[in-house]
Structure formats: structure tokens, C-alpha cells
């Protein structure tokens, strides 16, 4: 990308959940090409340095939290990702086990990896390290968007615990953000009918999807020392949709 910042993230060990795909594989890229280690943590454990991981469940995450810092000693930054659409039906038709795996994703796993995670992030800070949380949420947790009731649901009570959060470590060096895209072109839109994709892209002052690579760069300013006096924020990346 032309005119990309540059950041300087040597030295820093970075979680990405969901990060093998998508979003999640942008954002990890991106450190990376910074100068970051990033460990990902996914479902599907895809090479020698991933870590298998279900979010939703806390015995997996103490698992993965260990695993990482035996391998990397610390860990500096957390990135929130993983993430689970569900199918696009009324919230009356909405099958129950649906609702409970979306939630479970998309607003435990946050819990779970930050709660599991802070101590670590905690150390990091106490020696003078710029510690980042950033959580990947959603617009359709701003504005609720018809027929994803149950992701519109999650992805608001990201937001609220993330600003909760930040208020909690605002003098801890641990600084906590999230962001809130709209749609953007991922395997993630396969959840969603092809009309609900339609009316979200047509919402769009841009008319299009977004990158995930668009997402990475906001990502990766919230995770660096550039960012310095926000926390607790929620950043939209909405093609012009979000003006408030």
C-alpha cells in the first residue's frame, strides 16, 4: 500500500485470535512485516507456530496463554479477531444453539483471552513496554443490523466491555481500543445471504466492501506507541457510513 505508516514493533510479542484468516491474517501480517512476533491463535492450528485454540472455552485459552509464554517469555499486544458470523434470520426464528456459539465467540473469547492474558500484558507494561489491547468488533454493534440480531448483540457488548476495560488499565500502560468495521471482504460474508451482503454494500457511501488490509492498518497504529492518549475508544471503518 502506497504511503503506509511505518511502525517499530521489534521486540514485541503480539496475539492475534482468528488470526489465519481474513482480518485476522492481515493484521498479522502486518505486524510482522513491523518487526513484531506474532503467535496466532486460531481454531484450526495451520503451521509449527500457531496455537490451537477455542476461544469460548477458559481451559483452552489457560492452555494457549501457557503455551505462548513458554514459548516467547511476554506478550505486549492483544488483538481480539476471532470472530463468528451466524446465519442472517429474525431474531423469532433464530435457532437458540446459534445464538449461544455466537456469543460465545464473539463476546466470551474476548473475555476469556483478555482476562488470561493480562497478567502477562500487566508485566509487559510495568517495565516500561507500550501494552496494547485493540478488540475487533463490529458496526452492526453501533447501529444493530436486522436480521444479525444476535451478532449486532455480541459485537455492542465488545464495545461496552472494552470501554469498561480501558477505564479499568487507563493508568496501567495497557491501553484498550476497538474498532468497528463494516463490511469487509472476507470468508466470514459466506455466513450471511448474498441480500444481506447487497444491503449492507449499498449502505456504503463508497459503495464497496471493505479490505482487509484497511482493517491491519488501523490495527496496527492502535497497537503502536504512536497511539499514546486513547483508550477505552471505538474507531469505525465504514466507508463514509458511520458519521456519529
Request: glycine fraction near 12%.
Amino acid at each position: 500500500m502506497q504511503g503506509r505508516a511505518s511502525y517499530d514493533f521489534s521486540g514485541r510479542v503480539a496475539v492475534v485470535t482468528g488470526g489465519a484468516r481474513g482480518i485476522g491474517a492481515a493484521i498479522t501480517a502486518g505486524l510482522r512485516a513491523q518487526g513484531a512476533t506474532v503467535s496466532v491463535w486460531d481454531r484450526d492450528r495451520l503451521d509449527e507456530t500457531a496455537v490451537q485454540v477455542d476461544v469460548g472455552d477458559p481451559r483452552s485459552v489457560g492452555v494457549a496463554v501457557k503455551r505462548t509464554l513458554d514459548r516467547h517469555g511476554h506478550v505486549d499486544i492483544l488483538v481480539n479477531n476471532a470472530g463468528y458470523a451466524g446465519p442472517t434470520a429474525l431474531v423469532e426464528d433464530y435457532p437458540v444453539e446459534e445464538w449461544q456459539r455466537i456469543l460465545n465467540v464473539n463476546l466470551d473469547g474476548v473475555f476469556h483471552v483478555t482476562r488470561g492474558l493480562l497478567p502477562a500484558l500487566r508485566a509487559s507494561a510495568r517495565v516500561g513496554t507500550p501494552c496494547r489491547i485493540v478488540n475487533v468488533a463490529s458496526l452492526a454493534g453501533k447501529e444493530g443490523t436486522p436480521n444479525a440480531g444476535p451478532y449486532s448483540a455480541a459485537k455492542a457488548a465488545v464495545l461496552a466491555l472494552t470501554k469498561a476495560l480501558g477505564k479499568e488499565l487507563a493508568d496501567s500502560g495497557i491501553l484498550v481500543n476497538a474498532v468497528a468495521p463494516a463490511a469487509v471482504k472476507t470468508t466470514l460474508l459466506a455466513q450471511m445471504s448474498a441480500g444481506h451482503v447487497a444491503t449492507m454494500i449499498a449502505k456504503s457511501p463508497m459503495g464497496r466492501l471493505g479490505e482487509p488490509e484497511e482493517v491491519a492498518e488501523l490495527v496496527l497504529w492502535l497497537c503502536s506507541a504512536s497511539c499514546s492518549f486513547n483508550t477505552g475508544s471505538v474507531f469505525d471503518l465504514s466507508g463514509g457510513r458511520a458519521t456519529y
